[in-house]
């Protein structure tokens, strides 16, 4: 007898649903969320930000071609990093020791895919 592939995902798909219903509830889900702080440094549009994995630093990009460095705990900027194009996007390695930041493009340059050493700001 083979197994009919689609009725198990239907039955498997029924099965999640009906087992949310046994889930607690939890307190948290009815707070609302809080405001804990605004950063504000940059000089233009902020497109991108990521956390490093040991969520101590948060890092954002901006138009205005740097990555800023952010202490979660206190709120205050550590560092910046400035590069020559418009930064939209960043991202940790898993271990937090390098940044990947991409920039926009140009008609006369292209976009450029950075990698920072965080140690040393290079």
């Given amino acids: 007898m083979k197994p009919n592939v ?3 995902r239907r039955m498997a798909a029924w ?5 949310l219903g ?12 809080e405001l ?4 504000r440094g940059h000089a233009d549009a902020v497109v991108a930000v990521a956390f490093s994995p040991d969520g101590k630093t948060l890092v954002s990009a ?12 206190t709120g205050k900027e550590r560092a910046t990093l400035k590069g020559t194009e418009e930064v939209r996007c960043v991202a940790f390695s898993p271990d937090g ?4 930041s991409a ?6 340059a292209p976009g450029a895919l950075k990698v920072w050493d965080i140690a040393t700001d290079k």
Avoid: H, I
């Fill in 6 to 8: 689609e009725r198990g």
């Fill in 15 to 19: 099965l999640g649903v009906a087992c």
């Fill in 22 to 33: 046994l889930l607690p509830v939890s307190s948290l889900l009815a707070q609302e969320p």
């Fill in 36 to 39: 804990r702080t605004t950063l």
């Fill in 62 to 73: 901006s138009y205005d071609k740097t990555v800023k460095f952010w202490d979660v705990g």
């Fill in 97 to 100: 020791r390098m940044l990947a």
């Fill in 103 to 108: 920039g926009g493009s140009t008609d006369n």
